[in-house]
């Protein structure tokens, strides 16, 4: 015997009052099972609706940033007799500004064949923003000639997660003014 077969058989038992009051509980509990239902969907489409805005907010914002960095002229050598450090240093200011700048250290570099031995400088910046970091690495990219960055280091800043603690490793090579002289 089915659930069915015996839920209607009890049902045809009871008294007529009985079975109306039964039916208008199984009625008010359908339909309290349907506004639960609908107003879970109703949240769950208000919160992808939030998320599909907030994606649409950072697409606009990134594309106002890849137009405003495709508007900027690219940047020439500021120091043009410079080492890698001071144009690196000329640049970073330009671009993050000094109070950004935690940090610049030289990185040993090795000779290569040709007269040319590789230079190389870690900049830290402290608590720079996605866009002054995108920003930096495109004028770095832009410049004559172009300074490659080998290694970049982003964490976010444990007090803001719009900002970031970067660390930019760039290396390039230079013509060795005295080729005899181990460095």
């Not at 659930?3 to 339909?31: D, F, I, K, N």
């Not at 500021?78 to 671009?95: C, F, H, K, W």
């Amino acid at each position: 015997m089915s659930v069915l077969v015996a839920g209607r058989s009890w049902l045809a038992g009871r008294a007529p009052r009985e079975r109306a009051l039964v039916l208008a509980v199984a009625g008010a509990a359908a339909l309290g099972l349907a506004l639960l239902v609908a107003g879970a969907v109703r949240d769950d489409l208000a919160a992808r609706r939030g998320r599909v805005e907030a994606a649409m907010r950072e697409l606009a914002r990134i594309r106002a940033l890849a137009a405003e960095i495709a508007a900027t002229p690219a940047a020439g050598d500021p120091v043009a007799a410079g080492s890698l450090l001071t144009r690196l240093e000329t640049t970073a200011d330009a671009v993050v500004g000094r109070q950004r700048i935690a940090g610049m250290a030289p990185v040993a570099g090795g000779r290569t064949a040709g007269g040319l031995r590789e230079e190389g400088v870690t900049l830290r910046l402290a608590g720079a923003s996605l866009d002054e970091t995108v920003r930096l690495l495109h004028t770095l990219g832009e410049a004559s000639p172009p300074l490659g960055v080998s290694r970049l280091d982003l964490q976010k800043h444990p007090d803001d997660g719009r900002r970031f603690d970067v660390v930019l490793e760039i290396r390039t090579l230079v013509r060795d003014t005295q080729p005899g002289v181990p460095r």
